[in-house]
T-cell receptor
Framework: GENVEQHPSTLSVQEGDSAVIKCTYS??????FPWYKQELGKGPQLIID?????GEKKDQRIAVTLNKTAKHFSLHITETQPEDSAVYFC??????????FGTGTRLQVFP | NAGVTQTPKFRILKIGQSMTLQCTQD?????MYWYRQDPGMGLKLIYY???????DKGEVPNGYNVSRSTTEDFPLRLELAAPSQTSVYFC??????????FGSGTRLTVV
């Protein structure tokens, strides 16, 4: 079955700096890769996703890149703000199968 | 449009008691899921359903049961609560393949 590894587990950055979170997956048939943001006491919220026929996708300050050959994908947050502080989860899915989540990255943005 | 609604938000159970965690979605999604999230950990799939009348086990189904009599509802049943079931439980849904919509969670403590 699919296995998703996520690094780092914690990440601290200064406000205005960039943050990068990386994930690798094991099943080459996986074709959908979402990223979720979870704020304290809340459920995960989808922030960006990418499908396997695309190499990069941007939405304002966040972007996701996908390298199918290496089976890894990354979340990039530029110009970080204190409100970006949260736990971020990557996930991988194959067709209509089940999402498999990474173990999460706790991002802290210091003013 | 309420999305995915979970009740209750908090609950304390004694060992051996039973309870049902409720989950309702109003988006007419076929797929529904139950995850548990232990402190500082990622999301582990308990059970899922691909449509009314169909349920299947996830990674950690022991100690739980589900039913899916309607498209909207996917309750999770704990029959004999154990301290190991202390966790935050999230319900999610999606239309087929793609981004999941999560509820806000139920925080369960078993003492």
């Amino acid at each position: 079955g699919e296995n998703v590894e996520q690094h780092p587990s914690t990440l601290s950055v200064q406000e205005g700096d960039s943050a990068v979170i990386k994930c690798t997956y094991s099943d080459s048939a996986s074709n959908y890769f979402p990223w979720y943001k979870q704020e304290l006491g809340k459920g995960p919220q989808l922030i960006i996703d990418i499908r396997s026929n695309v190499g990069e996708k941007k939405d304002q300050r966040i972007a996701v890149t996908l390298n199918k050959t290496a089976k890894h994908f990354s979340l990039h947050i530029t110009e970080t703000q204190p409100e970006d502080s949260a736990v971020y989860f990557c996930a991988a899915l194959k067709d209509t199968d089940k999402l498999i989540f990474g173990t999460g990255t706790r991002l802290q943005v210091f003013p | 449009n309420a999305g995915v609604t979970q009740t209750p938000k908090f609950r304390i159970l004694k060992i051996g008691q039973s309870m049902t965690l409720q989950c309702t979605q109003d988006m007419n999604h076929n797929y529904m899921y139950w995850y548990r999230q232990d402190p500082g950990m990622g999301l582990k799939l308990i059970y899922y359903s691909v449509g009314a009348g169909i349920t299947d086990k996830g990674e950690v189904p022991n100690g739980y049961n589900v039913s899916r009599s309607t498209t909207e509802d996917f309750p999770l049943r704990l029959e004999l609560a154990a301290p190991s079931q202390t966790s935050v439980y999230f319900c999610a849904s999606n239309p087929s393949s793609g981004g999941y919509t999560f509820g806000s969670g139920t925080r369960l403590t078993v003492v």
